[in-house]
């Protein structure tokens, strides 16, 4: 017996029963002690079979992440399945909440699995920038055959019980009772005495793929498009597929090899730091867990639009019943009609179900009247982007909205406090920025307030998860931490194409940077007229970008902008007659064109934004370094791989970043390049930022 390991009996049915909170994770303290006690009840006769269940809310969610980078002590978790699989007689895994990544490996090694019906079971060890370490790639196709095997160890993503059962990934799926379930099917087997098979002796299925490796590698290519320069995805697709083609104990070699290099290099050192990141931002001063948040049972959103859309459908897939307010039917109907095309595509790809669709469907209603949102807990508008036309909005809602509702803009820069300002309720005023398609991209930047009450915080950052949402509370400022970091990374952008690169040579040191999509194919993308009407408004130019608006090149909306979008395509093309214009533009500045090398490009462009980044640390727009990386690895494609901007600044070294920065502000005396005194002491003093000032 130990703090984490207990048995019981039921009859001749040892159970074993693991707590380690919060998630039964395989750290040390849990291994030594359950290896301990396998080994005891292996050896015990009046054991005639054993049952490993776990405590609290979930079943082993894996290794314990904290211990990687450190030295492993014995019993490893391969230690500990060897042991399992030393049992001859019946092991049965019952699993609730979710088996995930070593937590379904340690399953694998037992002979049968029951679960509770609402229970996951995945490998998620891509998503951590590894491939399962303990015969994870080598069991798990033995028993969903090598193409499901691949598409669930490549995506990480968990299946759920009935879908476990019917690839046999389960023996039984139960809804109460589950230990109970677990020791009947173990005094079954018991009294049946058939003969125990442990999972790696199960061929069968590798034996249909080993005739048609074609077919696993069409399965593969198909699995793996979008690693985007990201090892793990291939490497655990090569380990799977090795289960086909070498014997057991030769598959399991590999795969411990291919940890061993994964877990040792940066992109997954990147990748486990997001992980925690991401809990790390939900952590807010002032919110505690004793700070209580209001109960959300209905949402409004003002506005049909592309966001007001995208955000109401977030919503209702997180089952929350939306109303959604126009200024007519009309707008109203072409808003819905978007929605429901949108989810339509979801069908066409076998993604959501056409009752999910229309349950989802079902939870949305429209009004054209202010007075029909009186009931709503949660009001999120997603009007113009325009000062006046946000108070507008904020009076009539604080007109009619019930007392304790909260009321957010989905603003992406404008001043949350002069919102709020416009109410008699700043208390109950906040931020949404939601990042377009809202309904797909998971970042979600709360901007508190300088009165944003904390409960409405506490609020948000639960109902975040609901929609499945990774919230980041930040400050107020101009574009707050995304936009206002996205605005330093584009603030050469005119002067790299002045002084000699093309839009394509700068996208292309992006693009192999890692993001996925370069900074003038997204312009094309948002719609160069939106930044001309704005650069209009205020009296500022652009050269290059007005010279193209001027000959109507918006983007892909006029099938041309900085590219060519031929016949309605969405690919650019690079086009000549740009190349000329950019030429012509720069002869008209006297500027000799040269060449420019991608590393310049990154150094002035990425440079800019860690220097921006540190100034919002500076200014406490954003309470920690982490956050900065999680709003930019989920709103603007960061390449997970590196981390996010400022982790990844750490990785390049904090004193280069600042000499360079130097350089550039000697060369243009630009302030976008003036070192932030953060990054600057940080530099001198040899720390880091995710180390911390
Ligand atoms: N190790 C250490 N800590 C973990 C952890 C883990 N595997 N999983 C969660 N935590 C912590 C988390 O940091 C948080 O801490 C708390 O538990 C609650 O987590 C050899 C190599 C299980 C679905 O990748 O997906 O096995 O902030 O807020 O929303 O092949 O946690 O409270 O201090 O996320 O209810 C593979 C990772 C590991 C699963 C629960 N497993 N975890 O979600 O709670 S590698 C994973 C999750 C491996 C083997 C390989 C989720 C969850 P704190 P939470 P949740």
């Known amino acids: 017996m130990s703090s984490t390991v207990s048995v019981t009996r039921s009859d001749n049915i040892a159970v074993v029963t693991i707590d380690n909170p919060p998630v039964n994770a395989l750290g040390y303290n849990l291994r030594k002690p359950l290896h301990d006690a396998l080994g005891e009840l292996r050896d015990d006769a009046t054991a005639e079979a054993i049952v490993v269940t776990c405590a609290g809310r979930t079943f082993i969610a894996g290794a314990d992440i904290t211990e990687f980078g450190k030295p492993m002590q014995a019993p490893s978790l391969p230690d500990l399945i060897e042991m399992l699989e030393s049992i001859k007689k019946p092991t049965v895994a019952a699993i609730h909440g979710t088996a995930l990544g070593g937590g379904l490996e340690l399953a694998l090694g037992c002979h049968f699995r029951v679960a509770d019906a609402g229970a996951k079971l995945g490998l998620p060890e891509v998503k951590l920038g590894l ?158 867990k004793d700070v209580k948040p209001r109960p959300i049972r209905k949402v409004a959103v003002i506005g049909a639009g592309t966001m007001g859309g995208g955000i109401a459908m977030s919503f209702v897939n997180g089952g929350i019943p939306v109303t959604v307010l126009e200024m007519n039917q009309d707008a109203l109907d072409r808003g819905f009609a978007t929605i429901s095309k949108n989810y339509d595509i979801s069908v066409s790809r076998g993604s959501l179900s056409e009752e999910a669709k229309a349950k989802r469907l079902g939870l949305l209603s429209g009004v054209t009247s202010y007075d029909d949102l009186a009931d709503a807990d949660l009001i999120i508008e997603a009007v113009f982007e325009e000062m006046a036309v946000k108070k507008d909005v904020f009076g009539k809602l604080d007109a009619v909205a019930k007392p304790g509702a909260i009321l957010a803009s989905n603003t992406s820069y404008l001043d949350v406090d002069e919102i709020a300002a416009s109410t008699k309720r700043p208390g109950d005023v906040v931020g949404t920025h939601f990042f377009s398609p809202a309904n797909v991209m998971r970042l979600l930047e709360i901007v508190r307030g300088k009165q944003t009450s904390a409960d409405v915080l506490a609020t948000l950052l639960g109902i975040a998860r609901v929609i499945r949402k990774v919230p980041v509370v930040v400050g107020v400022c101009h574009g707050f931490v995304g936009n206002r970091m996205l605005s330093a990374r584009s603030a050469e952008a005119e002067d790299l194409l002045l002084e000699g690169a093309l839009p394509q040579d700068v996208d292309k040191a992006l693009t192999d940077f890692g993001f996925p999509m370069g900074q003038y194919a997204m312009a094309d993308l948002a719609g160069l007229d939106i930044g001309w009407r704005t650069r209009k408004s205020l009296g500022t130019t652009a050269a290059i970008a007005d010279s193209l608006c001027e000959e109507g090149r918006y983007g892909q909306k006029t099938g041309k902008g900085y590219y060519l979008y031929k016949d309605g395509s969405r690919k650019p093309e690079a086009d000549p007659k740009v190349e000329t214009l950019i030429e012509k533009v720069s002869a008209g500045r006297n500027l000799a064109r040269r060449e420019i090398t991608a590393e310049e490009i990154i150094e002035r462009t990425l440079y800019p934004m860690v220097n921006e980044g540190a100034r919002i640390l500076e200014e406490d727009i954003a309470a920690r370094s982490s956050d900065i990386d999680i709003v930019w690895a989920n709103g603007y494609g960061f390449p997970i791989g590196k981390g996010g901007p400022m982790f990844w600044a750490d990785s390049v070294g904090l004193a280069k970043i600042v000499g360079r920065l130097e350089h550039w502000h000697s060369e243009t005396g630009k302030d976008v390049y003036k070192p932030a005194k953060l990054l600057k002491d940080l530099a001198a003093a040899g720390k880091t930022f995710t180390a911390g000032a």
């Open 131 to 288: 491939l399962p370490g303990a015969g994870g790639t080598q069991r798990l196709p033995r028993i969903v055959g090598p193409e499901k095997a691949v598409r669930m160890v490549v995506s990480g993503n968990p299946i759920g019980a009935a879908e476990a059962h019917a690839d046999g990934l389960v023996d039984a799926v139960c809804s109460e009772d589950l230990v109970d379930n677990a020791v009947a099917l173990a005094k079954e087997k018991v009294a049946s005495g058939a003969a125990l098979v442990q999972v790696r002796e199960r061929d069968q299925k590798l034996v249909e793929a080993r005739n048609d490796l074609a077919a696993l590698d069409a399965v593969i290519a198909d699995a793996t498009k979008k690693a985007r320069g990201l090892e793990a995805p291939l490497i655990c697709a090569q380990s799977v597929r090795n289960a086909v083609t070498l014997p057991f104990e030769e598959g399991v070699a590999a795969e411990r090899e291919f940890f061993i290099k994964l877990v040792t290099g940066e992109q997954s050192a990147a990748q486990r730091h997001l992980f925690f990141a991401e809990r790390q931002a939900a952590k807010v001063d002032g919110v505690g």
